[in-house]
């Protein structure tokens, strides 16, 4: 940017008021989104509850325990949470074991269900990279021990609207 004095000026007089930093936060704020990138509506599906406990038969990592029920969540609860959800998948990348690796957030398919445990109702997310998605991922689950950031799973709950114990397979 070049400066001359009426663009020194102007800036001075912003950062009194403040502006200059709210418009810094924006910028880095969007900044930080656009390099999230957004979760594919097309790349999720529910589960219905009939069918809910086979997104919990995973081999590497932690799920939801013990199980009093099932429910099947609906398209609203989903949408609600696929924001936060994008976020999440790429902080906890960088909380791990290769904080370098760049999560591409569009890349990840998910399957959700709805279980009751400790009397509380949660939706679990199975998530997986489109590498693993194969043809029938919208009525299966993909089993793979290991698989690291490939494969996550974490609980959401739709009353408090947070999410909890996240989880990557382990990187085998």
Known sequence: MVRTKRTASMLAMLRRMGIVAGLTALAACDLMS???G???PGRSVIFPAERARELVQ?????????IESTW?????????????????????ARR???????????????????????GKRLIYVNGFHRHLAGGSWRSEVPLVCDGGYGLFGVEYD???REFANFHFNSPG
């Open 34 to 36: 656009s390099d999230l």
């Open 38 to 40: 957004k979760l594919d």
């Open 58 to 66: 995973q081999c590497s990592r932690d799920v939801p325990a013990p």
């Open 72 to 92: 099947t969540p609906t398209e609203a609860q989903v949408r609600s949470l696929e924001p936060r959800l994008a976020a999440l998948l790429v902080q906890e």
């Open 96 to 118: 791990g074991d290769f904080p370098e690796t760049k999560i591409e957030v569009a890349e990840y398919y998910r399957q959700y269900g709805g279980f009751t445990v400790g």
């Open 158 to 160: 739709p009353e408090t």
